[in-house]
């Protein structure tokens, strides 16, 4: 799937060899992984120099930086300088990965041994010194066979950082004060890297308005509204207004990315904008997403960046759910479980903002909750606008990066499944199980008091997020723990 919106990663590959060992041992090495890096379909260029001192570091810096690489990974071929090595990595504008030879076979032992399993050591002591993050994979010292996977899967990792370190988060609103959770502290944003530009809803507003003199633009996409619809909208009096909020949004990211390279949106979406803009924003967020901009409800700013960060790791769009309600029993009779205990299970909802591609089935629906609240009684008008059905069953991660109330960052990761199964229920939905769910629901969504919002992708990347945020410098990072291993605060007596 091509999403715009997120950064393509160039990786800038160097070898390094120390002066005492010849550079020759480094430069066959690297031709050797260099032909097996061709076979992971990435994009990568190879410094021709190889670093043996400082000068050289600087060279291979400037050379892999004019060849348009954003992310480095150096080679150790041989024990390597720790120095210059970890001064290139000081100095490439990008993530950086370490990672080194192993000894072929027993012919290369009486002269031409590496010792590189010595000089990762080194490497990672000086890396500590100069304080730096830096990837360093499980298994670092490998045959070019064995690494090149790990420097592909690197190059998933840095577009995550590189992605969110050229981030421009948009938010529409005031934080509501219905959801207490929303109005975390943001300095830790802008420790990340990412840029926050809030916005009045005037201002949402605003720009709605100036979007009706487009007529074309807004004809154009209420046409792919339909197409996208295929039918499963009752109301085409709703589509151009639909298409006018597109308008405004796309126009509104293109007009202020400014020094970002990418944006994302967290909007208020209720209750006063229905009365003034006529519908719900539902659908239009789905679609945007869709096309690689998040928009994230109820001006949820973490939210926001959570589904983007799971975007950059999957490369496929992502989703904010409300970690909803429990699953009955009797919608289970004769369902695959895929291996996860009832106790486990719950159910994403939200409204109607999950995209098309990422959905069974869904169509255009309109919000029960708001209608309730807005229109009690009468035919739905301003609360029209969502999409709804059962998301698509799959594989899922749930993630959120989040502030705690002091302002310090927390994460979750954890890797399940959407089931297939009929949730029976109303607006964008599925059925999730995750393994060990229920401790991990008190002890960490609970325990460290995590907001009702939950990011998923749709795929396994718990591995990819987990690096990237010790990349990002992000130390408290929450998992599942399996049956028999104990939370910090689960009572040993049970």
Same mark, same amino acid.
């Given at each position: 799937?091509?999403?715009?919106?997120? $950064?393509?990663?160039?990786?800038?590959?160097?070898? /390094? %060899?120390?002066?005492?060992?010849?550079? %020759?041992?480094?430069?066959?090495?690297?031709?050797?992984?260099?032909?097996?890096?061709?076979?992971?379909?990435?994009?990568?260029?190879?410094?021709?120099?190889?670093?043996?001192?400082?000068?050289?570091?600087?060279?291979?810096?400037?050379?892999?930086?004019?060849?348009?690489?954003?992310?480095?990974?150096?080679?150790? +071929?041989?024990?390597?300088?720790?120095?210059?090595?970890?001064?290139?990595?000081?100095?490439?504008?990008?993530?950086?990965?370490?990672?080194?030879?192993?000894?072929?076979?027993?012919?290369?032992?009486?002269?031409?041994?590496?010792?590189?399993?010595?000089?990762?050591?080194?490497? %990672?002591?000086?890396? +500590?010194?100069?304080?730096?993050?830096?990837?360093?994979?499980?298994?670092?010292?490998?045959?070019?066979?064995?690494?090149?996977?790990?420097?592909?899967?690197?190059?998933?990792?840095?577009?995550?950082?590189?992605?969110?370190?050229?981030?421009?988060?948009?938010?529409? !609103? $005031?934080?509501? &004060?219905?959801?207490?959770?929303?109005?975390?502290?943001?300095?830790?944003?802008?420790?990340?890297?990412?840029?926050?530009?809030?916005?009045?809803?005037?201002?949402?507003?605003?720009?709605?308005?100036?979007?009706?003199?487009?007529?074309?633009?807004?004809?154009?996409?209420?046409?792919?509204?339909?197409?996208?619809?295929?039918?499963?909208?009752?109301?085409?009096?709703?589509?151009?207004?639909?298409?006018?909020?597109? /308008?405004?949004?796309?126009?509104?990211?293109?007009?202020? @990315?400014?020094?970002?390279?990418?944006?994302?949106?967290?909007?208020?979406?209720?209750?006063?904008?229905?009365?003034?803009?006529?519908?719900?924003?539902?659908?239009?967020?789905?679609?945007?997403?869709?096309?690689?901009?998040?928009?994230?409800?109820?001006?949820?700013?973490?939210?926001?960046?959570?589904?983007?960060?799971?975007?950059?790791?999957? !490369?496929?769009?992502?989703?904010?759910?409300?970690?909803?309600?429990?699953?009955?029993?009797?919608?289970?009779?004769?369902?695959?479980?895929?291996?996860?205990?009832?106790?486990?299970?719950?159910?994403?909802?939200?409204?109607?903002?999950?995209?098309?591609?990422?959905?069974?089935?869904?169509?255009?629906?309109?919000?029960?909750?708001?209608?309730?609240?807005?229109? $009690?009684?009468?035919?739905?008008?301003?609360?029209?606008?969502?999409?709804?059905?059962?998301?698509?069953?799959?594989?899922?991660?749930?993630?959120?990066?989040?502030?705690?109330?002091?302002?310090?960052?927390?994460?979750?990761?954890?890797?399940?499944?959407?089931?297939?199964?009929?949730?029976?229920?109303?607006?964008?939905?599925?059925?999730?199980?995750?393994?060990?769910?229920?401790?991990?629901?008190?002890?960490?969504?609970?325990?460290?008091?995590? $907001? &009702? &919002?939950?990011?998923?992708?749709?795929?396994?990347?718990?591995?990819? @997020?987990?690096?990237?945020?010790?990349? @990002?410098?992000?130390?408290?990072?929450?998992?599942?723990?399996?049956? !028999?291993?104990?939370?910090?605060?689960?009572?040993?007596? !049970?």
């Amino acid at each position: 799937m091509n999403l715009i919106n997120m $950064p393509k990663i160039k990786l800038g590959v160097v070898g /390094v %060899s120390r002066d005492c060992f010849p550079s %020759s041992l480094t430069q066959k090495r690297l031709a050797a992984l260099t032909a097996e890096l061709k076979k992971q379909k990435i994009d990568f260029a190879v410094a021709s120099t190889i670093i043996e001192n400082e000068a050289d570091a600087m060279a291979a810096c400037d050379e892999l930086v004019e060849a348009g690489c954003n992310a480095s990974v150096v080679y150790l +071929g041989n024990f390597g300088p720790e120095a210059p090595t970890t001064i290139f990595l000081e100095q490439f504008p990008g993530p950086g990965m370490a990672c080194a030879a192993a000894e072929e076979g027993k012919a290369v032992l009486a002269s031409e041994r590496g010792d590189a399993l010595c000089g990762m050591l080194n490497c %990672s002591y000086n890396i +500590g010194l100069r304080r730096l993050n830096v990837y360093i994979p499980e298994y670092p010292v490998g045959l070019p066979k064995e690494l090149a996977p790990l420097i592909a899967e690197f190059a998933k990792i840095a577009r995550v950082v590189v992605g969110l370190n050229n981030l421009k988060l948009f938010g529409f !609103g $005031p934080r509501p &004060h219905d959801f207490m959770a929303c109005n975390a502290p943001i300095q830790p944003l802008y420790d990340l890297g990412v840029n926050v530009m809030e916005n009045s809803e005037l201002d949402l507003l605003v720009a709605y308005k100036k979007a009706g003199e487009d007529k074309a633009a807004i004809k154009a996409i209420a046409a792919d509204m339909a197409k996208e619809l295929k039918g499963a909208c009752k109301w085409n009096d709703l589509l151009p207004k639909l298409a006018q909020y597109e /308008v405004a949004l796309t126009k509104f990211y293109e007009d202020n @990315l400014g020094a970002s390279s990418f944006g994302v949106f967290a909007n208020k979406c209720w209750p006063a904008f229905e009365s003034e803009f006529g519908f719900v924003p539902c659908f239009v967020n789905s679609r945007l997403a869709g096309r690689g901009i998040p928009v994230a409800c109820e001006v949820d700013l973490y939210g926001a960046v959570s589904e983007y960060m799971l975007q950059c790791a999957s !490369g496929l769009p992502a989703t904010l759910l409300d970690i909803n309600n429990s699953v009955p029993a009797d919608i289970l009779k004769g369902a695959k479980l895929k291996g996860v205990p009832a106790k486990d299970l719950f159910m994403g909802f939200h409204c109607g903002n999950t995209c098309s591609s990422c959905m069974k089935n869904c169509s255009l629906k309109y919000q029960l909750i708001m209608h309730r609240l807005m229109e $009690p009684g009468k035919e739905p008008d301003i609360t029209r606008g969502t999409l709804e059905g059962q998301i698509k069953p799959g594989e899922t991660t749930m993630f959120r990066l989040q502030s705690s109330a002091d302002a310090k960052i927390v994460s979750y990761v954890a890797e399940g499944e959407f089931l297939d199964i009929n949730p029976c229920s109303f607006g964008g939905i599925g059925v999730v199980g995750i393994k060990d769910f229920a401790r991990f629901y008190r002890h960490v969504l609970i325990g460290k008091r995590f $907001p &009702h &919002h939950g990011g998923f992708g749709f795929a396994k990347s718990g591995k990819v @997020l987990f690096e990237a945020l010790k990349l @990002l410098g992000v130390e408290d990072v929450n998992t599942p723990l399996p049956e !028999g291993v104990r939370y910090p605060d689960e009572n040993p007596f !049970g």
